[in-house]
């Protein structure tokens, strides 16, 4: 158990709609990563937040946008949903928030967009 | 861009054999983390290599840095079943200051299945 926490963990919705990933990190740990992981590309980085602010971004698209909350807990909001937005989406916490820092990974949502 | 190769991209063997997979990238990393990923579940370290020419145990799963920095590999003696999941890589920008997208990148992995 990696003491990250995911919720829901699979998640079925339509074209055009709306949803949002919660994300709970290890206690103690700072840095919360977002990934999207598909089958052709791979783990792809998202967005990191830093004890509640913004720390770096990835290839996050402009429909998809997330929060660090004061109690550390993330959410990962993705609007106008498409078909290819299908993917297992992954919540990682670390302690620091350099890319030294080993990954925390939760065990990911899987959202399908019918 | 930093970009990190991951081969072989699928790997097949029976119970017992040995296997090495590589990670190799033309950029130089920091360090290098290994993870693996079983299915329905987020990837779990299994070990960070931070200086050049570093090799580190785990059981029976030998991994190596490169003397550059550049690459590494992961060498399994004896496979099981159980070793069966996604290999990842992962290396560390080497100047991070923040704020870009490029502080650790993950290549795509090799799929790794264990036949008894």
């Known amino acids: 158990d990696s003491g990250v926490t995911q919720t829901p963990k699979h998640l079925i919705t339509a074209t055009g709609q709306r949803v949002t990933l919660r994300c709970s990190p290890r206690?103690?740990?700072?840095?919360v990563y977002w990934y999207q992981q598909s089958l052709d590309q791979g783990l792809q980085f998202l967005i990191q937040y830093y004890n509640g602010e913004e720390r770096a971004k990835g290839n996050i698209l402009e429909r998809f946008s997330a929060q660090q909350f004061p109690d550390l807990h993330s959410e990962l909001n993705l609007s106008s949903l498409e078909l290819g937005d299908s993917a297992l989406y992954f919540c990682?916490?670390?302690?620091?928030?350099?890319?030294?820092?080993?990954?925390?990974f939760g065990n990911g949502t899987r959202l399908t967009v019918t | 861009t930093q970009l990190l190769e991951q081969s072989p991209q699928f790997l097949s063997i029976q119970e017992g054999e040995n296997l090495t997979v590589y990670c190799n990238s033309s950029s130089v990393f920091s360090s290098l983390q290994w993870y693996r990923q079983e299915p329905g579940e987020g990837p779990v370290l299994l070990v960070t290599?931070?200086?050049?020419?570093e090799v580190k145990k785990l059981k029976r799963l030998t991994f190596q840095f490169g003397d550059a920095r550049k690459d590494s590999s992961l060498h399994i003696t004896a496979a099981q079943p159980g070793d069966t999941g996604l290999y990842l890589c992962?290396?560390?920008?080497?100047?991070?200051?923040?704020?870009?997208?490029?502080?650790?990148?993950f290549g795509k992995g090799t799929h790794l299945i264990i036949q008894p």
């Open positions: 990682a916490s670390s302690l620091g928030g350099g890319p030294n820092s080993p990954l925390h």
């Open positions: 206690s103690g740990d700072l840095s």
């Open positions: 290599v931070v200086t050049g020419g």
């Open positions: 992962a290396g560390a920008a080497y100047m991070y200051s923040g704020g870009g997208a490029d502080g650790l990148t």
